[in-house]
């Protein structure tokens, strides 16, 4: 009987304890959030971040993303999902107001990152001085009275220091067209136009002689793994008689690229009548003209 009583009481003693545990669990106050943005992820619709001079505009509609400053071009979907992810996480470390903006350096910033959301919701950030203790920048939003303390990685990870920051978020295939839907490939040169095409039973033929399965292999993988070296920003070139176009088609639609040079070493890409300024180094095109040769030769 003893024993059945003490039973009882530890199990109302747990049952206590129990219910206060889930009490404290369910009133338990969320610790504040330290995030600057207060646009999540999933509503931004453009960052436009300006940096010493130096822009860079991007839009999203539904999941595809384009670069629309300093020039208009489809955005890699990895590199610029991670930039906004960065932005709408940025956090602070430590917050505080001053009426007195100069001495941070947000009186007059030339480093600026500006957000949009859908709904129509506009956030801009403006970005100070490097605090002289810590590895941290002063950063405050144009219409708060807050100077936020943020971790300079963080930061610095915004920087357009470059026109590699822009090739870096541009979309890298030159063909969008996957090797398996291409029918014809067009070779065009100062000589003359080349048909290579697939024929009924699906082999490659050029000029009615049949490709070695080798050498058409070879040359498709070349066409849909080319990518561009770098960028100059909306830099333009007529080119000379090393240049050459290339076009591919599945019968329906066809992709047409110009390669364009002047100095036979850089040849710069014209993709729909349109130069952006990427461009592709002889070296990476080697491979390419190589087997372009040894099938219609």
């Known amino acids: 009987m003893k024993t059945f009583r003490n ?39 453009s960052v436009d971040i300006k ?24 955005a890699d979907s990895t590199s610029t999902d991670d930039l906004f992810n960065s932005i709408s996480g940025l956090k602070y470390s ?48 144009k219409n708060s009275n807050y100077i936020y303390v943020v971790d300079a990685s963080s930061i610095e990870n915004f920087q357009i220091t470059s026109s590699d920051t822009l090739f870096n978020y ?55 793994l080319l990518n561009p070296t770098g960028i100059d920003p909306n830099k333009k070139i007529v080119g000379n008689n090393s240049s050459f176009t290339l076009t591919i088609s599945d019968g329906n639609k066809s992709e047409e690229v110009k390669f364009l040079t002047n100095d036979n070493a850089t040849y710069y890409l014209q993709k729909n009548a349109t130069q952006i300024g990427l461009y592709i180094s002889k070296d990476q095109l080697s491979s390419l003209l190589s087997d372009i040769k040894k099938v219609i030769k």
């Open 170 to 224: 541009l979309d890298k295939d030159v063909y969008t067209m996957s090797k398996d839907k291409i029918s014809k490939i067009t070779y065009t040169d100062s000589t003359g136009t080349y048909n290579i095409e697939k024929n009924k039973s699906g082999k490659w033929v050029y000029n009615g002689k049949e490709i070695s399965s080798d050498n058409s292999e070879a040359l498709l993988n070349d066409i849909v």
């Open 94 to 141: 430590r917050k505080f107001t001053d009426t007195d903006v100069r001495k941070y350096g947000l009186d007059k910033s030339d480093f600026t990152i500006s957000v949009s959301s859908k709904d129509g919701k506009n956030e801009e950030l403006l970005v100070g001085n490097k605090s002289p203790v810590g590895d941290s920048y002063y950063a405050k939003l």
């Open 51 to 74: 940096d010493a001079g130096n822009e860079l505009a991007i839009e999203k509609s539904g999941s595809t993303y384009n670069v629309t400053k300093p020039v208009s071009y489809k």
């Open 7 to 45: 039973t009882i009481i530890m199990l109302l003693i747990l049952g206590v304890l129990a219910g206060y545990y889930y009490y404290a669990k369910s009133t338990k106050k969320p610790a504040p959030s330290t995030n600057i943005i207060n646009i999540s992820k999933s509503k931004i619709s």
